[in-house]
């Protein structure tokens, strides 16, 4: 099985940066894609962006050319820098790991101020 850790959540001002990280421990070796998803308040959870093991990535349209995800397969860590951030970037955000099954850290709450 996987764990996964969450880090980096804050609260920022419109238009600045902020950037997450996900640990992931276990059976590292067998993670696939890894992901970051969000949950905003009184709204259901969605993808934000995916990276696979060899590195492709994929984007909602909303964070596109402002979000970057990357991951680093030696610290089976995955990573999520978020910059020219919005108020409706607000939420928790949860960090995912693909195996024989899919598991999720607990979240980090990331909040934007108008």
């Known amino acids: 099985q996987v764990q996964l850790v969450e880090s980096g959540g804050a609260l920022v001002q419109a238009g600045g940066s902020l950037s997450l990280s996900c640990a992931a421990s276990?059976?590292?070796?067998?993670?696939?894609?890894m992901g970051w998803y969000r949950q905003a308040p009184g709204k259901q959870r969605e993808v934000v962006a995916i990276i696979t093991r060899g590195g492709s990535t994929s984007y909602v349209e909303s964070v596109k050319g402002r979000f970057t995800i990357s991951r680093d397969n030696a610290k089976s860590t995955v990573y999520l820098q978020m910059n020219s951030l919005k108020p409706e970037d607000t939420g928790v955000y949860y960090c995912?790991?693909?195996?024989?099954?899919?598991?999720w850290g607990k979240g980090t709450l990331v909040t934007v101020s108008a």
């Open positions: 276990g059976n590292i070796f067998s993670i696939n894609d």
């Open positions: 995912n790991a693909a195996e024989r099954r899919v598991y």
